[in-house]
């Protein structure tokens, strides 16, 4: 998904939230009624998440199994990240198959901040970051975001407009870190290691390049002194690179899914919002491969889509958060063999037309109520 850097802007950008969210409420009924309206059989589904371990998904997990009449399968691994090697476990035990896999970040909706989420059940009902894991592997990156935000520094040598860049930013024995696109930051970087125009205890002076004159305009630069780039260092002007040392690899796979948006995640209003949206382009792309590729689904009937999981924060008497899906994209195999992608407007279009009404839903109370009446079944050794 995310191998060319250039297309990462505009992968982005295609993944719209505004007036793409459903209520779990009616998504999962709507999802329901839309397997129903393509031949898959009444009480022959099991729906399969791929959800975070985080509980703030739990309540999603309680619509699917209310509606679809079968607790669902587990694909998932803490960050969103979908199970591959789970697919033919999940095909032996149904006749019609259910995916859904959601990246989850919280919001505070009276401060309209993202990222953060009100846990009830701690002493005094803080909030703390969610996904807290996504939130986790950000912050090594924000550190070095941060470092390099502070000592790439605007000046003026010898009249001309310059930029300070700290020895660390341009070290060429580095394995990991902040690496800076020189040719958006250095005149002459186009043309192989320009020269310093001066040095001084920590850093090189070199002259600033058109571009970036272009871009922040020569008032940006102080008449004395020098100034932080802060902010003014976009996306575009570095990459990442760092070793993880993870035994697991799906553990791994989420920082592979974000190394390369990071710049973009880093830079925007809200990190963890974007970062979890990246991982859900990502996943769905690398699930999506992985399931036309596994026998075991040849001949089922299977929807697999993807998309976000806002987390609403509670407040204090609330049994659970209200959760909002933003879907991304979904794949849809049929039994004979046909399938089929629908891109996110398409995918939306088709939930919104689907019947929210579900007689066939379960009455989780009286099914739980049936299971305690039954009577006792002697397990022998």
Sequence with gaps: MFSDPAAVPSALASFRLEDRM?????????????????????????????????????FPIILITKHFGAFPFNHGRVGGIVSTDRHAPHADHAKDLVLVQASHVGYEPETGDFGTYRRLHTTDAHHSC??????RIIEWYAREYAYASENVRLLRHEGQLAVLIDYM????????????????LVAGAERGQPRPAATRSTGHIFLASPDLIARL?????????????????????????????????????????????????????????????????????????SLVQTPAMAGR?????SGLNIDISPLPG???????????????????????ILEQDQLFETLSRASRDNPAQMDLEKALAHMSQKRDTAVQF
């Design 22 to 58: 459903l209520c779990y409420n009616t998504f999962i009924p709507k999802l329901y009624n839309w397997c129903l309206s393509l031949g898959f059989t009444p009480g022959k589904i099991v729906p399969s998440r791929a959800f975070c371990s985080d509980e703030s998904q739990g």
């Design 217 to 289: 305009g020569e008032d940006a630069w102080p008449v004395d002194g020098s100034i932080a780039i802060g902010k003014r260092l976009a996306a575009e002007d570095f990459y990442f690179r760092h070793k993880s040392d993870n035994p697991d690899p799906f553990q791994d796979q989420l920082e592979s899914n974000l190394i390369t948006p990071m710049p973009w995640i880093l830079s925007s209003r809200h990190p963890l919002l974007t970062a979890a949206c990246a991982n859900t382009l990502a996943e769905f792309e690398r699930t999506y491969r």
């Design 318 to 340: 609330d049994e659970f958060p209200q959760t909002k899906f933003v879907p991304w994209a979904a794949f849809v195999q049929h039994a004979n063999g046909h399938r089929e």
């Design 169 to 184: 930013l341009i070290a060429r024995q580095r394995q990991e870190g902040l690496f800076l696109h020189a040719t958006r």
């Design 130 to 135: 969610s996904c807290g894991k996504i939130g």
């Design 301 to 305: 009937n299977l929807i697999f889509l």
